[in-house]
């Protein structure tokens, strides 16, 4: 692995990203050097399934590591399908820079025409999306195929 530019100072970011051939995003695995220097995992993985596409996120979205996720997860997003599910069912814990990635990249889908739904989020970030109402932008759903079943109407959440 190769190390990154600092996220901060006292911190560093280490990963390794490579696209496939066709230019496809394949599964990463990241490590996230903490303050006290031990390593949490954070990754990000992608599987197509169709006009559907499921990023899956793991570790913790907090300062340190969401800067790197945000830079993959906005890449997927100029890839995918109509419809894109961001299961969450790995993510240890969530801070306001995860949700605000998380609120960024619905923009991003919107844009785009996009659909974009979250998955299975364990009960601390389930519990910040309703905490601060964002339960009520995004689609969540209990798996990731009913999230991508769900079909949101992106405008709905606007008024």
Same mark, same amino acid.
């Given at each position: 692995?190769?190390?990154?530019?600092?996220?901060?100072?006292?911190?560093?970011?280490?990963?390794?990203? /490579?696209?496939?051939?066709?230019?496809?995003?394949?599964?990463?695995?990241?490590?996230?050097?903490?303050?006290?220097?031990?390593?949490?995992?954070?990754?990000?993985?992608?599987? $197509?399934?169709?006009?559907?596409?499921?990023?899956?996120? /793991?570790?913790?979205?907090?300062?340190?590591?969401?800067?790197?996720?945000?830079? $993959?997860?906005?890449?997927?997003?100029?890839?995918?399908?109509?419809?894109? *599910?961001?299961?969450?069912?790995?993510?240890?814990?969530?801070?306001?820079?995860?949700l605000?990635?998380?609120?960024?990249?619905?923009?991003?889908?919107?844009?785009?025409? *996009?659909?974009?739904?979250?998955?299975?989020? $364990?009960?601390?970030?389930?519990?910040?999306?309703r905490? *601060?109402?964002?339960? $009520?932008?995004?689609?969540?759903?209990? /798996?990731?195929?009913?999230?991508?079943?769900?079909?949101?109407?992106?405008? /709905?959440?606007?008024?």
């Open positions: 692995m190769r190390a990154a530019k600092p996220a901060s100072p006292g911190f560093s970011i280490l990963g390794r990203f /490579s696209p496939d051939r066709s230019g496809a995003m394949t599964p990463q695995h990241h490590l996230v050097q903490t303050a006290d220097h031990s390593a949490e995992p954070v990754d990000l993985t992608l599987e $197509r399934l169709n006009e559907r596409t499921v990023i899956a996120i /793991s570790g913790e979205l907090d300062a340190t590591s969401t800067p790197f996720l945000r830079e $993959r997860l906005y890449a997927a997003l100029r890839d995918c399908g109509a419809h894109v *599910t961001v299961d969450l069912s790995d993510v240890t814990s969530c801070d306001a820079s995860g605000a990635m998380l609120v960024g990249a619905r923009r991003r889908a919107e844009a785009t025409g *996009t659909a974009l739904t979250l998955a299975r989020p $364990r009960p601390q970030p389930a519990d910040l999306l905490a *601060t109402g964002l339960h $009520r932008v995004f689609m969540v759903g209990s /798996s990731a195929t009913d999230a991508q079943d769900a079909t949101p109407d992106i405008r /709905s959440t606007a008024a």
